[in-house]
């Protein structure tokens, strides 16, 4: 072997060397990260990654009285009766929804 | 037993299964006015005066008219009758709406046949036209479950169209599309063998007629509907009376709109499946019972482009009606 081809051994082994403990340091390292302070230019800034946390705004709904409203005068609404097997479509439309 | 209620800005409406083969329905008229006594021997005349009327006496002494009586008495009054809901959703204009509603479906809606009979009412689907803070569908279910649950039903809630779509495309296999016509909303839905597919709404129909004729006519809007109601006019047509005419004009405006709506809506939207047969349109509510309304729609339809094929455009068979039936049929399914 000339002198040549033994230092090419050499910087190859070196090199393989280098890459396995880079391998090995990435992959057994500490993981380092800080999400809140990311970095980003002035003009394209880097948005923080925000946890999702929402208060239930919902509208309570009060106690409505209407104990104090003394009915007078007639009945509320006019009654229509007509001629119509309801049953018939309910059963219909309750049986589409079984079959699925 | 069973019951379906359709709470509507103008109507409500009671459905139940009468005896065999009828159902009854009650119809009361989602209005109300309030006359204020200044004086004992004021207050002695008012209620002379409303005798054979629907009203109830307020703790403070007012007098609260409610129903057609409400419109009569304001009309009567060249002033506009309230309303305790307002596009759809219980009213937050009116201060009392709340109370006088709850009042209002209490009595329209009277006990249960027994503990916890099933009750299903409508509620409206989210505008596409408007992003409102006031028009809070959550809030105006949870104030119907909770006073129907204190009455002791068993109640739940429906969209208004796809309550429609029950009563109105059964021998089409449930598929096709329904548009209610109420007096605050238009509200639509899409069905593919009774499964809604797309529901959505549009916050304006017959209460937005009533107010532009008015303001073009410089009358109450009670005495435009009054007018509208009575009177003979056909949608997008002349007529001799100004106030028809301007209602009719306003008509004509409004189906166009929401025809450009229902186009925007629907057109390129991801839940529309391929549909493999033209679809059968139907339409209801009050709003829609007026002459030449579905020739027009059906005209406007085409015209503005709307995306999905259409079979035709028919009326329900009891418009007033139909939705009322559609919660009962969800009723008696539940």
Known sequence: MNDITIFSIQVLLYVTAFGLGFVIGKITGPKISDPIDAKGSFFKPVQRQKKVVEIDEKKFVTDITTDRLIKKGGELGTQVIVNDDVGASASKLAQLKKNK | MAKGLDVGTSFIVLAEEGSKGKVVYKDFRDAFYVIKPTTPIATKMIEKGLAGKTFVKDEDGSFIILGKDAIEKAVERNDSAKRPMYKGVVSSKEKDARRILTYILKEVSG???????????????????????DFDVGYHEDVIIKLLTEVGYSARAINEAEALCYSELEKDDYTGVALSWGAGMVNVCVMLNGEPVVTF??????DWVDRMAAVATGEADSIVQAEKEQGDFTVGEPNDNQVLAAVASYYDRLIDYTTKQLTAAMDGHKSIPKFKDPLPIVV???TSKAKGFVDLFATK???NGFPLPVKEVRHAADPLHAVARGCLIAAQIM
Request: aromatic fraction near 2%.
């Open chain 2, 201 to 206: 709404s549009t916050t304006k129909s017959g």
């Open chain 2, 284 to 286: 209801a509510g009050g």
């Open chain 2, 111 to 133: 006990k249960p046949s027994e503990p916890g009979e099933k009750l299903v009412f409508c509620i409206p689907a989210q505008p596409v036209d408007q992003e409102d803070d």
């Open chain 2, 301 to 303: 339809l085409e015209a």
